[in-house]
């Protein structure tokens, strides 16, 4: 069972995304401002996805998006962000700071669920891999250089 944050400061919204994770037999975590989000990311280093709104209490949500892509235990947790409508130019932002996909609210009930199915996919098979760890590490060759797994 993986974990999924979810930040959302309205509490309709966040048990319908809980919902969702919990359909796919994932374990919700959810947040309601900013606090809540970082309170939460300290003390489950094993988060697996985040879906976020970026219009939270207490903090600017492109300053909460980069703090959490930027945190070690979370850089390969996919962010998927849902919230009010962007330009072109602040999407291109966010994808920098480490969003990983975006949709405008209100999603599709079936299009955010099939987003989050392919993060937790992405992210399960991320953890096959050692990625903190040299390339080589995972074939258990001594010279290193191949980062494909021997069956």
């Known amino acids: 069972m993986q974990k999924v944050l979810i930040a959302e400061k309205d509490p309709e919204t966040r048990e319908h995304y809980a919902s969702l994770v919990k359909a796919l037999g994932h374990r919700p975590l959810v947040c309601e401002d900013a606090i809540a989000v970082l309170d939460c990311a300290s003390a489950h280093p094993e988060i697996d996805a985040i879906v976020m709104d970026l219009d939270l209490p207490g903090a600017w949500g492109e300053q909460l998006l980069e703090v959490l892509s930027g945190l070690d235990h979370l850089a390969q947790a996919p962010i998927i962000v849902v919230s009010a409508p962007r330009s ?3 999407l291109m932002r966010l994808l920098v700071m480490g969003m990983h996909q975006w949709f405008e609210k209100p999603p599709e009930s079936r299009e955010l669920m099939d987003a989050i199915r392919t993060c937790l996919e992405r992210s399960a098979a991320l953890d096959i891999f050692d990625v903190d760890g040299p390339l080589g590490a995972q074939t258990g060759s001594a010279e290193g ?6 069956a």
């Open 145 to 150: 250089g191949s980062w494909l797994m021997h």
């Open 88 to 90: 072109r130019t602040e």
